[in-house]
């Protein structure tokens, strides 16, 4: 009798077996078989009709067990390994242009606003300050006035930059090909000083600042209407691009910074109507001029973190946001602005070190030249003083509403103006121009008709400084640099002098003088250290590159630069002619202070017949751009540092205000996106 099968593998046996067939099973022993292989059968096919749900089911519950028995070793004090936690990748900071304050300080004239306005608020940047004592003279900050004026050359200057001028003039006919129509001085004289004024009413309903309540500070338009005779004095805190560091009354750096804080807040706080204790949620883009005093910049950012409360500022040149403003990629950016001129060749956001020229001269000194040459043509307000406020505001309102750089207007035109100063009547004045409408602006090209003596009027970029805070300036950088350089030649001679005279060729051994080769062992120490420093873009530039930039300063520097010349010069400047190119076919003119009529033709003009003939026959079209997109040139470069605020790519450029507080003058070094 044959045993029943205790297990598969026993059952495999017995049909493996080939003395044993089915017939000879017992009936018992075949319906065990036979149900064995139905119950196995049937688990196969239920397990392949699970789903997957139910075999997530199943793995759920087998975790749940592990960790459960993970539990129970925790709790008897098995130590489980220490594995680190995963460190989350950073979350990009979103961009959120409301709360970014964007601020272009100009000489004369603040713009600030946020970067999602459409426009800035523009206030002028002059604050009124009450005297601590009654006794203490009157102080006001020149506006068209400035040093070198009354010169004794002054006069005979100005009378011979004239004579260019009318030169210029006369030798270029009109464009229907006639010649100008002669004007006699004493036409104009004569007429001019018959006049008399017209009332037009008793009250000009103009009114001086009211200062009952003794403020202790007045700031924008406020600040203009100050009656002189009140306990005020008069600041201007930033002066041809620079803050205004004088001798006089609030002119030392402190009070310079002071009054620049006052004007700002007030600004901030009226016209954004930002509180100033919110400005810690607050980013800020300053713009700084092209040429600018790495101390004066250093102090700026340090009051906008430290003193005003920003938690993060970007600091970036004015002519490459001026690129961003207008759309533009590259461009020779022309800024004219009311007390300076810059310019400098952009290119893809870079702005050319060597291409910077900053120009002593601009709009003030334009309407201070047109007030001249009206006084020669019998200007009839003859109580109109260069040192009053409200008769700047007139002369510079004439120069807008009466200048140009058109050809074609001739001869004697007849003109009327008004009046309106505080406490006076309202009068209207009727006069004669002729060419003096022509002659101011193109002083411009002519700055001896300024009449500026003794005064620096052109400035080229320096070289830094240095600064105690950053010791590991290009300076550090350099000196180390060279004293590497010279070690390691003279290693280099040392292990030459050291060799076996059968390493080195016969002819380099065997037919050295030793007198020679006595010499060769003195160690060559290079340039000095002082040459050694110089600034770090200039580590790059080739030899001719920087033997012509030292030209240019001998050259240059000192001397009045027509603005033609200058922008010629600038271009002249950049390194590649392909570079060169660009900056001919794209001339962009920004700022307030070559807004006359018929501008862009004229500077078009006097480029093309200037420029290197060279140049004349591959540039395919010199362009002069004066209204990029149909804007105000006066705003393109806060446009552009407002464009900058919502670029992802300048999320690299934020210094922040602790880290500002930490390091100092070496984050921007760090972190600005020119050449610090």
């Not at 936690?85 to 946020?114: D, M």
């Not at 005020?232 to 009054?259: D, E």
């Not at 540092?641 to 999320?651: E, K, N, S």
């Amino acid at each position: 009798m044959v045993d029943q099968p205790d297990s598969p593998s026993q059952l495999r046996v017995y049909f493996s077996c080939p003395t044993i067939s089915l017939g000879n099973l017992s009936g018992s022993l075949y319906v065990y078989i036979l149900g064995y292989v139905l119950k196995v059968t049937t688990d196969l096919l239920h397990s392949s009709r699970m789903t997957q749900a139910e075999r997530d089911t199943e793995i759920a519950k087998e975790k749940e067990k592990d960790r459960e028995k993970e539990k129970e070793k925790e709790q008897r004090g098995v130590k489980r390994p220490i594995v680190p936690p995963l460190i989350p990748e950073p979350i990009q900071e979103q961009i959120q242009s409301n709360f970014i304050v964007v601020i272009n300080p100009g000489s004369t004239t603040l713009r600030i606003g946020r970067a999602t306005d459409t426009l800035p608020v523009s206030i002028p940047q002059v604050i009124a300050r009450r005297r601590k004592l009654q006794g203490h003279p009157h102080y006001e900050d020149a506006w068209l006035l400035r040093e070198g004026l009354n010169k004794p050359e002054s006069n005979e200057q100005r009378q011979n930059g004239l004579k260019m001028v009318d030169q210029a003039i006369w030798s270029k006919k009109m464009s229907n090909g006639a010649r100008r129509i002669p004007v006699s001085a004493d036409q104009a004289r004569a007429y001019n000083k018959q006049m008399r004024p017209a009332v037009l009413d008793p009250s000009s309903r103009v009114k001086w600042t009211n200062t009952s309540h003794n403020p202790e500070c007045l700031i924008g338009e406020e600040a203009l209407f100050v009656n002189p005779s009140d306990c005020y004095n008069i600041h201007w805190p930033i002066s041809r691009g620079q803050l205004n560091v004088h001798q006089g009354p609030h002119g030392s750096l402190t009070a310079v910074l002071a009054n620049i804080e006052a004007i700002w807040s007030y600004a901030i706080q009226k016209f954004l109507e930002i509180p100033l204790k919110d400005l810690k949620y607050y980013r800020c883009i300053l713009l700084i001029p092209d040429i600018y005093n790495r101390q004066h910049v250093k102090e700026l950012v340090n009051l906008l973190l430290m003193n005003m409360g920003f938690s993060g500022i970007v600091v970036h040149q004015e002519s490459v946001c001026a690129t961003f403003g207008s759309g533009l990629s590259s461009a020779c950016v022309v800024d004219v602005g009311d007390q300076k001129t810059s310019i400098c060749c952009v290119e893809d956001g870079v702005s050319h070190r060597n291409s910077r020229l900053c120009l002593a001269y601009g709009g003030a000194d334009v309407t201070r030249c047109f007030f001249w040459l009206m006084q020669k043509a019998g200007f009839p307000y003859r109580e109109c003083q260069l040192s009053s406020k409200v008769d700047c505001l007139l002369l510079q309102q004439l120069k807008e509403n009466f200048c140009h750089l058109d050809q074609d207007i001739s001869g004697l035109q007849d003109h009327e103006f008004q009046i309106r100063n505080p406490d006076l009547p309202a009068l209207l004045y009727q006069f004669r121009l002729g060419d003096e409408k022509l002659q101011a602006p193109m002083a411009l090209f002519y700055p001896a008709t300024f009449g500026i003596v003794g005064q620096k009027m052109t400035s080229l970029q320096h070289r830094s400084q240095g600064d105690s805070e950053d010791p590991h300036d290009e300076h550090y950088l350099l000196a180390t640099q060279s004293k590497q350089d010279q070690s390691a030649k003279a290693l280099a001679e040392r292990k030459a002098l050291s060799k076996p005279s059968g390493y080195d060729n016969e002819s380099c051994n065997h037919n050295t003088d030793p007198s020679d080769r006595g010499h060769s062992q003195d160690i060559d120490l290079g340039p000095s250290q002082n040459d050694c420093i110089m600034a770090a873009a200039d580590m790059d530039d080739p030899p001719s590159s920087l033997l012509s930039r030292k030209n240019a300063i001998s050259q240059f520097e000192g001397k009045a630069l027509g603005l033609d010349k200058a922008i010629l010069h600038s271009i002249d400047c950049c390194a590649s002619d392909e570079t060169k190119k660009k900056m001919y076919s794209s001339i962009l003119v920004v700022g307030g202070g070559l807004m006359f009529h018929k501008a862009q033709e004229f500077l078009q003009h006097r480029i093309l017949n200037k420029m290197p003939p060279s140049f004349r026959r591959v540039v395919e079209n010199v362009e002069v751009i004066t209204r990029p997109k149909d804007m105000d040139p006066r705003l393109i470069a806060w446009k552009g540092g407002a464009v900058l605020a919502c670029l992802d790519t300048a999320q690299e450029l934020w210094v922040y205000q602790r880290e500002w507080q930490r390091f100092g003058v070496r984050m921007l070094r760090e972190r600005a996106a020119f050449v610090w």
